[in-house]
């Protein structure tokens, strides 16, 4: 009895697996190269004009860089970009600006739960920033209802 026990407990514990992974995240690898974004959630407003859509890219490089283009301003006839770290761990994505905060000795910092990524579609949720101030003021986890969902296509 006592090795059958042993036996079903082995089977238990090595046979479940650990992975939190959604299926629909796809391969890291499938993340690098051009994206723009196709679609936005503008509720709260705050990080895009209107006309970003089908102008703003994101570019994966496979050393951990990721490079924002966008544009801007009343009319949209204004453009730029920022350099900014990334990783992946799961289906979090973070996003990570060095020295990027409001104290300049700070990184800024924002959190995405990848929702959908295959070779073609990308599809993020913003769950959490850190805006790099001093003594841990300026981080928000964005409620539920307040999160924006982005959808990009690879170019």
């Known amino acids: 009895m006592k090795k059958t026990f042993l ?3 082995v089977i238990t514990c090595f046979g479940c697996s650990s992975s939190d992974d959604n299926s629909n995240t796809g391969n ?9 974004i ?9 990080s895009y004009p209107e006309c970003a859509v089908n102008n703003n890219t994101y570019e994966f490089m496979d ?3 990721l490079i924002y283009e966008y544009v801007t301003g009343s009319s949209c ?8 770290e990334y990783n992946i761990e ?19 910092i924002e959190k995405y739960n990848i ?22 003021e300026g981080i928000i986890n964005i409620p539920q ?3 924006r969902e982005e959808i990009w296509e690879k170019k």
Not at 28 to 36: E, F, M, P, R, Y
Not at 77 to 84: D, E, I, L, V
Not at 90 to 108: A, L
Not at 115 to 135: F, I, N, R, S
């Open 115 to 136: 929702k959908e990524l295959t070779q073609t579609k990308l599809v993020l949720e913003a769950y959490y920033v850190d805006e790099g101030l001093d003594d841990g």
């Open 145 to 147: 209802e307040d999160r």
């Open 38 to 46: 196709v679609q936005l959630d503008f509720e709260d407003n705050y």
């Open 77 to 84: 006839n204004q453009t730029g970009s920022n350099n900014y």
């Open 63 to 65: 050393n951990g860089d």
């Open 90 to 108: 799961g289906s979090v994505m973070t996003k990570i600006e060095p020295n990027g905060g409001f104290n300049p000795e700070n990184d800024y």
């Open 28 to 36: 890291n690898s499938d993340i690098l190269g051009k994206w723009v």
């Open 7 to 9: 036996i079903f407990l």
